[in-house]
Each structure stands twice: as C-alpha cells, then as structure tokens.
C-alpha cells in the first residue's frame, strides 16, 4: 500500500487548502457534475483530537461541496493536514473558516502535490463551494473558549447576581461577550486588513472575524457562554 501524502496548507493562515473541482470528463468518466460529495478539511474524522468538543467544531466548521470525483481523487492521495494541538490554535483556524478566508491556491487532485493558483473567478466559485457544516458545536465551542478570556470583570458580578432579571442578563452578556471576543481574537498572529486587501476573505458571504464569531455565539449558544462565565467566576 503506497503512503498517503499530507495535505498541503496555507502559508498565510495555516487552513488546509480547499480541493479543484475537476469535471469527470477529465477522467473519461462517466459521471455528471450534479455528482458531488461534501469533502471535511480537517480529518480523519477517527482521529482523537476531532472527537473533542473543540476538535468536533473544528471539523464542522469547514466543508467543502466538490465533484464527487475530485473528492475521490483527493482521498486516493492525501491522508489529511496537521492537525492543531492546542484550542487556541483551533479557535484561530475555525474563525478564518467562518468568516469565509479562502486561500488563493488550490490541490488539483489528478496529481500528487500539484498545486494551483486561483483566478479570481475561480477563487470566488470555491469560496461559495465551503460552509459550515453544524453552526451549534462551532458556537458552542466559541462560546466556552471566549469565557476563558480577559472580559469586563466590572460587569460579571451584575451578570451573575441572582436578582438580574433575565431580560438584564442578557444584555449585559452581550456587551461582555464583546470583551471576550476581542481578548480572544487579539491573541492571534494576523492581520485582518492585510488579509482582506490581499482577497482571501471576500464576496457577499465573508464576515469579520469578531462579527463570524459574535454571530454565532448570541444565535446559538449565549446561555452557553453565560453558564460558563458563572463557572468561572463561582472558582474565582
């Protein structure tokens, strides 16, 4: 059995880099285009570090919906990306999904380790192709990452106080989910305008990282990052 080669990432954010689609008159194959398949960036799905609740929004937050035989072609070489140790490191890599970061090369799977620069035309049709899979576990996991932060501690004892009323609470959990976002993402090693002057993130779908991630957090999962900023500060 011949070894399978490691996926080929992006050099500017470390995302693994999206597939060709391939039309199967390519291969003499006797397929259509309707045949698609939804190719994962991060696997293989076995792997103990997807199977966490970071791991897990890590893996659906990038999907990929490409011919099905690009996709066979791909899995035939390639046996995955390295995968990131640490939540930080994930918490990076599944907020540049989110906000729609396209790298601007992509794996042509009719031969191994080729490599292709994308037109702009072409780098537009692979964005629309990538989604996230299931928005809960990636808020879910944003919203616990983001409790872990540097917040507005001024506001946690009115937050948590058994005598806010509900309608309170959450207002006041959206203004402190602010604080956690910016701590969270000012933690990471890139530069949002260069990143967007350059193209990676762009088209009617792209998203600014602290908007991609508040979004998901106050439409999925805002009891969630409440109830763990409660944890934290009961340890405090």
Same mark, same amino acid.
Request: proline residues 6%.
């Given at each position: @059995?011949?070894?399978? $080669? ?42 103990? =570090? ?42 990076? $890599? ?6 729609? &970061?396209?790298? %601007?090369?992509? #794996? ?17 049709? #692979?964005? %629309? ?12 996991? /944003?919203?616990? /990452? ?6 507005? /501690? ?17 207002? #006041? ?7 956690? #976002? ?5 933690? @990471? ?10 193209? &990676? ?12 991630? =508040?979004?998901?957090?106050? %439409?999925?999962?805002?009891?969630? /990052? ?11």
């Amino acid at each position: @059995m011949v070894d399978k $080669l490691i996926t080929p990432t992006c050099e500017v954010s470390g995302l693994p880099l999206p597939v060709l689609p391939l039309e199967p008159r390519l291969f003499g194959a006797l397929l259509n285009l309707n045949h698609t398949n939804s190719h994962h960036h991060f696997h293989p799905k076995s792997d103990p =570090r997807l199977q966490s609740v970071a791991g897990l929004a890590l893996r659906k937050s990038r999907i990929q919906t490409t011919p099905l035989i690009s996709h066979n072609e791909y899995h035939r070489l390639y046996e995955g990306a390295p995968l990131p140790d640490t939540e930080e490191q994930i918490f990076k $890599l599944s907020v540049l999904s989110v906000a729609g &970061f396209t790298p %601007r090369s992509a #794996i042509d799977p009719r031969q191994p380790l080729r490599i292709v620069g994308l037109t702009d035309k072409a780098h537009s049709k #692979i964005a %629309r192709s990538i989604r996230v899979e299931r928005p809960l576990l990636v808020a879910r996991f /944003y919203a616990e /990452y983001c409790a872990s932060q540097e917040t507005d /501690y001024s506001k946690l004892e009115e937050l948590l106080h058994q005598s806010t009323t509900d309608v309170k609470k959450v207002e #006041i959990a959206r203004e402190v989910l602010g604080y956690s #976002i910016e701590s969270a993402l000012g933690r @990471m090693s890139l530069s949002e305008p260069q990143i967007r002057k350059e193209g &990676f993130i762009s088209g009617s779908k792209a998203k600014t990282l602290y908007s991609a991630t =508040r979004q998901l957090i106050r %439409r999925h999962a805002l009891r969630d /990052y409440v109830d763990h900023l409660s944890l934290r500060y009961a340890k405090s």
